[in-house]
């Protein structure tokens, strides 16, 4: 008796880790945006095209993991001469520099509908270990991944040379992701 | 109360002065910078010329509140009609310029998706929508509406000039009292 009620007590926590795990990502409902102050303005950029390798079992969050590769040239600062700008070497030096990375090494659960993700990303050739907190709810068979974190620029040489001054251009910049991945068949 | 007075109060020259003032350093500062290649130093002084700019709008706002509450001192009587016609116009035209040139500024940054930040302190609202082609109707109005104000400043400060050297009839010691 005992065991049956043990084993149906597995079968039940166990149902629905199986029951829906998220992979494919839908590039037009997804987003990756930023937000960098210039003399105290917010001004809103984006990229344009990115991959990302998730696999997101909600009861299994300790499974999960999530990799990111965005191609830097597909940059939108929102105006054409910021673009040419911020490819160029004392920005992202897109040419030597062409993507940036993440890749997740632990998901945790803060309660909730709550996660965080950490791991280490890669800019420019340089890495920082960022956490991000993000949220998640299941929208019909997609599961949506909306979070924000912020990353200090110059840590990763972003801005170098005259563009260094922070009064101008503030160190913080925020990133906010916005992932829409169909649940995996 | 119904007698008009010989020259303007110490409110409105201190107004007229410091929004002559800042429009003579905003519009050579607008023209210089547009054609400065990016750099923080362009991030700077365009800020500092949309602080000037909404300064203007907003000092303007207070000048029209003193006119609707204040006689100007009358015209001397030794100009002519056209002449009266003609200084009028012109002022309704610069009180008109000094809103509708950062107004279209301000319209401008909306658009560009780079909003004004009122000595990187107030957030002004936008106006409107991000877009491109906004942006670029507004820039060209904003740079001809500036010709323009230039344009009529010039005829503005020629005849205070005329009226003080040629006519030597008093007009420009109302605005600049010194000058008695």
Redesign the interface.
């Known amino acids: 008796m005992k065991i049956l009620v043990t084993a149906l007590a597995a079968a039940a926590l166990a149902l629905p880790a199986a029951a829906v795990e998220y992979g494919t990502l839908d590039p037009a409902k997804s987003s990756l945006a930023f937000t960098s102050k210039q003399m105290g303005v917010p001004v809103d950029g984006k990229f344009n095209k990115f991959k990302v390798a998730l696999s997101f079992d909600p009861a299994a969050v300790q499974k999960a993991s999530a990799g990111f590769e965005l191609e830097i040239a597909s940059i939108d600062t929102g105006s054409k001469e910021a673009n040419d700008e911020v490819v160029g070497k004392d920005w992202f030096n897109a040419k030597q520099f062409p993507t940036a990375v993440f890749k997740s090494t632990s998901v945790k659960a803060l309660g909730g509908n709550r996660f965080e993700v950490t791991g280490p990303l890669t800019i420019k050739g340089r890495t920082q270990n960022v956490t991000a907190p993000f949220t998640y709810k299941a929208d019909g068979a997609n599961g949506v991944f909306e979070g924000a974190f912020t990353i200090k620029r110059l840590q990763f040489g972003i801005g170098e040379g005259p563009w260094g001054d922070t009064s101008t251009v503030a160190d913080d910049v925020q990133i906010k992701f916005r992932l829409v991945a169909a649940a995996r068949k | 109360m119904t007698t008009t007075p010989t020259q303007y109060t110490r409110t409105a020259i201190a107004l007229h002065w410091l929004i002559a003032l800042l429009i003579f350093i905003a519009f050579p500062v607008g023209l210089y910078m547009v054609d400065l290649p990016?750099?923080?130093?362009k991030?700077?002084i365009?800020?500092w010329h949309k602080w000037a700019g909404i300064t203007v709008l907003a000092l303007v706002l207070v000048r029209i509140l003193w006119r609707a509450t204040h006689r100007p001192p009358a015209l001397p009587d030794s100009m002519s009609r056209i002449e009266k016609l003609a200084a009028q116009g012109a002022h309704h035209l610069l009180y008109l310029l000094m809103i509708a040139v950062p107004m279209a500024g301000w319209l401008m940054s909306s658009a560009?998706?780079?909003?004004?930040?009122w000595f990187?302190?107030l957030?002004l609202p936008d106006l409107i929508g991000?877009s491109e082609s906004l942006a670029e109707f507004f820039e060209q109005a904003h740079e001809i509406l500036a010709w323009l104000m230039a344009l009529i400043v010039v005829v503005h400060a020629a005849a205070a000039v005329k009226h003080h050297f040629a006519a030597r009839d008093g007009v420009l010691a109302r605005m600049l009292p010194r000058l008695k």
């Open positions: 990016l750099s923080p130093q991030l700077k365009i800020s560009k998706g780079f909003p004004v930040v990187g302190v957030p991000k």
